[in-house]
């Protein structure tokens, strides 16, 4: 089990760090990748929504054993969904909903972590 000091490090670092460089991708590859990249995106957001709507992985052992998150997969599944279309139409604009999610995903660590 990690510490909590560790988990703090693995979600800033691991899951921000990840989101964040898939959220600015859309800026710098070439158009005709973007829909590539929406592939992945709707993996994500289909995962998402999958473990939300199946309760599935709620023992996480990088939340120290409790997913306090998994209210919050709906949100991010239909961000990244979002993002897909986006990107299968080629548009830039995948960047805004997967920004969003970044920062969302932040403001409620960090509201959940000042309980």
């Not at 988990?7 to 760090?17: A, D, K, N, Q």
């Not at 409790?66 to 995948?94: D, E, M, P």
């Not at 970044?102 to 309980?115: A, E, P, R, S, T």
Request: charged share 10%; aromatic share 14%.
């Amino acid at each position: 089990m990690l510490s909590k000091q560790e988990r703090i490090l693995y979600f800033l670092v691991v899951c921000i760090g990840i989101r964040t460089i898939i959220a600015i991708i859309p800026l710098y590859i070439p158009k005709n990748f973007l829909p590539v990249l929406g592939v992945l995106t709707l993996i994500i957001g289909i995962s998402f929504l999958y473990l939300y709507f199946s309760n599935k992985r709620m023992n996480a052992p990088e939340g120290g054993g409790v997913t306090w998150w998994a209210n919050y997969r709906l949100i991010h599944g239909l961000l990244y969904l979002c993002a897909s279309i986006y990107l299968f139409q080629q548009k830039r604009l995948a960047w805004i909903p997967l920004s969003i999610d970044v920062l969302f995903g932040l403001i409620v660590f960090i509201v959940n972590k000042l309980k």
